[in-house]
């Protein structure tokens, strides 16, 4: 390395860490080349790396350089998700990962998928990123240029996310300690029919000797959740089914309200478990759910990404980060002793 570049990259981390503050005095070329060593051209050029990359500006007279008020951002970082169509839950993840980079004075750049995946990630490699975060997006190609990380699923060179599977065991576990052993699932993931949260459900199950558990899992579609319908898959179930595990809280959610709608009190009749701790579901009817901590997904994959940026490392990333099981008595109670829900007469039948 020059030793221009190495005196710059030296000054910058000092301007970085706070060490030399906005509007210090920067050492002149004169006692730059005195320190280092070197001549009054080679410290010049150091000087001017620096007003280069905007981290100083020079005074008339003698007021020297000295560091620029604000700093400017050390890099951008991309990320590529579904914010408008995913909702609340990508959002609290993006404010994770923009309290990181702000931190470190990065910035978020934030993409809103796009087909197709190809082109779309070769305009974010040109849009002048120093890295990428992406959630349920497909990974960039094998040719981008810069560190990735996937955050919330575990495809990817590197990935952040949250232990599911151990989420459904929690779930499943809950259910039995309270009695319930006809049990169902219900789930809008089409692509994912046994993903690792429903897997972690059904080999508790099974693990508590209850046989081929998988055959209780009802699919409804991703685009619409029509809680009369899925009630009526329910209610057609032998044995009769006493509580149910739902893919996401949103699920959880328009069930328990129509339930409510038709006389059925929960959970002293009918008990139900949701995913993912949605903060707008919660504020309208407190439910059991399993929490992801997404804004904690957000902050360590960027952190760990920024890493990456500033170590010029590739180092596998692969963080399976611990979930808790919250609201245990709000929506799950004991089973019914016969295995029946209650109904009021007038809407027994949903109408």
């Not at 000295?66 to 839950?89: C, D, E, N, T």
């Not at 919250?326 to 109670?333: F, Q, W």
Request: glycine share 8%.
């Amino acid at each position: 390395m020059k030793k221009e570049l190495e005196i710059a990259n030296e000054l910058e981390t000092l301007i970085r860490s706070g060490k030399l503050p906005p509007e210090a005095k920067i050492p002149s070329e004169y006692e730059l080349a005195e320190q280092y060593g070197i001549n009054r051209k080679t410290a010049n050029k150091a000087v001017a790396k620096l007003e280069e990359r905007g981290l100083i500006y020079r005074t008339r007279g003698r007021g020297g350089s000295k560091v620029v008020p604000h700093l400017p951002f050390r890099g951008v970082i991309a990320y590529r998700l579904k914010l408008i169509s995913a909702g609340v839950f990508c959002a609290q993840i993006l404010q994770g990962a923009q309290q990181a980079a702000s931190s470190r004075n990065y910035a978020i750049q934030y993409y809103e998928y796009e087909l197709p995946d190809r082109e779309h990630w070769k305009k974010i490699e040109n849009s002048g990123i120093s890295g990428a975060l992406y959630s349920i997006s497909a990974p960039p190609p094998e040719d981008f240029p810069f560190p990735s990380i996937n955050v919330l699923h575990d495809f990817g060179e590197n990935f952040v996310m949250s232990d599911d599977y151990s989420g459904g065991r929690q779930a499943a576990e809950l259910f039995l300690s309270n009695g319930h052993v006809n049990i169902a699932a219900v789930s809008n993931n089409q692509g994912q029919s046994l993903n690792s949260r429903l897997s972690g459900f059904m080999d508790a199950l099974r693990e508590a000797g209850i046989r081929t558990p998988e055959k209780r899992l009802i699919m409804i579609p991703s685009w619409e959740i029509n809680p009369r319908a899925l009630w009526e898959e329910i209610r057609k179930m032998t044995p009769s089914v006493t509580g149910i595990f739902c893919f996401s809280d949103a699920i959880a959610l328009q069930l328990i309200l129509h339930l409510g709608s038709i006389g059925v009190k929960i959970p002293q009749d009918f008990s139900v478990c949701g995913f993912g701790n949605m903060r707008t579901v919660n504020n309208i009817f407190p439910i059991t759910t399993v929490e992801q901590f997404p804004e904690n997904l957000g902050y360590t994959a960027c952190t760990r990404l920024i890493e990456q940026i500033e170590n010029r490392t590739r180092e596998t990333i692969r963080i399976c980060s611990p979930v808790e099981l919250i609201n245990p008595r709000a929506t799950v109670g004991p089973a019914r002793q016969a295995g029946q829900v209650r109904t009021s007469r007038r809407n027994q039948s949903g109408s």
